[in-house]
């Protein structure tokens, strides 16, 4: 279905290629799984199946690629319609119509389907990805994971022989995530549908795969099963970490593998305790904060407060309310009732260089915040603007994203590089608070524990507070002391991390479900504990 002979790729403004002599051939009905760290050319992969690279994103491709017997050097992407769906890293950025149901059915009338053919896909697609609710809505009044449901849907529509996805779960809720890989799996088997997947939550998806294409840094790409190249590799699930921690004799893929593997394990070492709430000043406050959007309300009479040196997570559903509740508490709307401030100040009169010190915040489209001609150009207009020595935000940049090119414009970058470089931007400017909607959208496992330590060493030595909206169950068990859990615009939860993810079988981490009953949420809570009994 998809074959790849001795491509290589190398974009105007790189040094380097990005793919180097990569041959492999995806069989129909196989689903295959694109690993790698950020900014290593996993999009661009993904993207040389359409045609998109370099048709329109330009860059010298060598070799050939063929998708059903077609050349993609010899037809432009839009002549691959029929064939190739595609869902990107933001799906936002894609949609050209104002409603759901408009949406699923703008690409069929762009091929001239009969009425009466795209009502049934319509009714079919909004079944099948549970937007049946949704179909008169909004797109710009949904949520980033009903978004990327949506755009799901509207690639599906099409029936495509192929569907080729970029971060599909980056902003769904574990259930959510479940239920859409679920349905791509019923798919491949039922179907023969052939989908290729770049992910880099590889714990949510890698009891689907049956490959796996590891590309490295250098361009060099190694492709075989699940089992053989997650023995050795260092981007992997918890679930392969504990199994390695244990010295257990196979990685396991699911944790019903590794649970069984693991039996005498659980019966040594202590639980781990819930830890007591951090008492430093409040920080941030709502007070019976509620917010309408026309008769939909989003948040009803919400209290809480952060204070200094904690991290606190806020989780729910897709739609539950979490975005809603970031920008009204740093003031980007105002509410319809209640108060929110933000170091002792109403968070609505904040302004300037006062407001830059007080709360920094990325939303969940990062680029929101970017306008420099080049990452170097931005770092330097931080350094200018929170008036820091020059090249300290480009030096922060480079910690969490060591690969990203300082000439290169943000709008090129990856999700994960362009995330990278707004957190660079905001943490530079030292705020008292730290507020971040979905802050690991794009990032990998080792980008990811650079971030967990950079908020660590803001929150508890510089006694700052951060509140994370987040679906990642992973990073919230490895970095908050306290969960706040949202479900229609209500707390229905609030507590320590331990005691919260412990009670929600949805929303816990592998290494919890792999060591149940015991209280333990990471790996290094088990590392920790086996040691102690030795």
């Not at 050319?41 to 070799?63: D, E, F």
């Not at 869902?87 to 009466?116: C, I, K, R, W, Y």
């Not at 192929?162 to 259930?175: G, N, Q, R």
């Not at 910690?399 to 090119?405: A, F």
Request: glycine share 8%; aromatic share 2%; hydrophobic share 40%.
């Amino acid at each position: 279905m998809i074959n790849f002979a001795n491509v290589s790729l190398i974009y105007p403004t790189s040094t380097k290629t990005i793919l180097e002599d990569l041959s492999f051939s995806i069989v129909e009905g196989e689903l295959v799984l694109i690993i790698g760290s950020t900014g290593t050319g996993k999009s661009s992969l993904l993207k040389l199946i359409n045609g998109l690279v370099p048709h329109h994103t330009g860059g010298i491709l060598a070799g050939d690629i063929t998708v059903d017997g077609i050349s993609t050097k010899l037809v432009r992407p839009g002549d691959l319609s029929h064939l190739v769906g595609i869902v990107g890293q933001n799906p936002s950025q894609g949609f050209v119509t104002d409603t759901v149901e408009e949406e699923l059915a703008f690409g069929m009338e762009a091929q001239n389907l009969a009425p009466d053919l795209m009502r049934k896909r319509v009714e079919e697609i909004l079944d099948l990805m549970a937007l049946a609710h949704l179909r008169n809505r909004s797109i710009s009044t949904l949520s980033g994971g009903e978004q990327q449901r949506v755009a799901i849907g509207s690639a599906l529509v099409m029936h495509p022989k192929i569907l080729v996805l970029d971060e599909p779960t980056s902003a769904l809720d574990p259930i959510a995530a479940e239920e859409v890989l679920s349905i791509l799996h019923r798919l491949v088997h039922d179907l023969s549908l052939t989908v290729v997947i770049a992910e880099h939550r590889l714990e949510r998806v890698i009891g689907f795969a049956d490959r796996i294409i590891h590309i490295s840094g250098d361009g060099s790409a190694k492709i075989d099963t699940p089992e053989v190249i997650l023995k050795d590799s260092d981007i992997a699930p918890p679930i392969v970490h504990l199994a390695r921690a244990l010295g257990l004799s196979e990685v396991g893929l699911s944790v019903r593998e590794v649970r069984r593997a693991s039996e005498k394990y659980r019966n040594v070492g202590d639980d781990l305790e819930s830890e007591i709430a951090v008492t430093g000043e409040i920080t941030v406050s709502a007070n019976d904060l509620t917010l309408k959007y026309g008769s939909h309300v989003a948040l009803k009479n919400i209290n809480i407060n952060v204070r200094a040196g904690e991290i606190v997570a806020l989780m729910g559903r897709n739609g539950a309310g979490k975005s809603s509740l970031l920008t009204t508490l740093v003031g980007l709307q105002n509410p319809t009732s209640g108060r929110s401030s933000i170091g002792g100040e109403f968070s609505t009169e904040l302004k300037g260089k006062i407001r830059r010190e007080t709360v920094g915040f990325i939303p969940q489209e990062p680029s929101d915040l970017l306008y420099g001609q080049s990452v170097l150009g931005e770092c330097q207009q931080a350094d200018k603007d929170n008036q820091i020595s020059k090249g300290t935000t480009l030096a922060l940049l480079q910690r969490i994203v060591p690969s990203v090119n300082e000439k290169t414009h943000p709008r090129d970058l990856s999700e994960g590089q362009r995330l990278a470089l707004a957190l660079s931007v905001v943490l530079s400017a030292q705020p008292q608070v730290l507020i971040l909607d979905e802050p690991t959208r794009g990032l990998d496992y080792q980008s990811k524990a650079l971030l967990c330590g950079l908020l660590q060493n803001f929150a508890k030595e510089l006694g700052r507070s951060v509140l994370i909206a987040t679906h990642d169950v992973e990073l919230v068990a490895e970095l908050a002391d306290r969960v706040i859990f949202l479900s229609e615009g209500e707390i229905v939860a609030d507590g320590p991390t331990l005691d919260i993810l412990l009670s929600s079988p949805a929303f816990a981490p592998q290494v919890s479900k792999v060591m149940s009953p015991r209280r333990w949420l990471t790996v290094s809570d088990v590392v920790a504990a086996m040691e102690k009994q030795q």
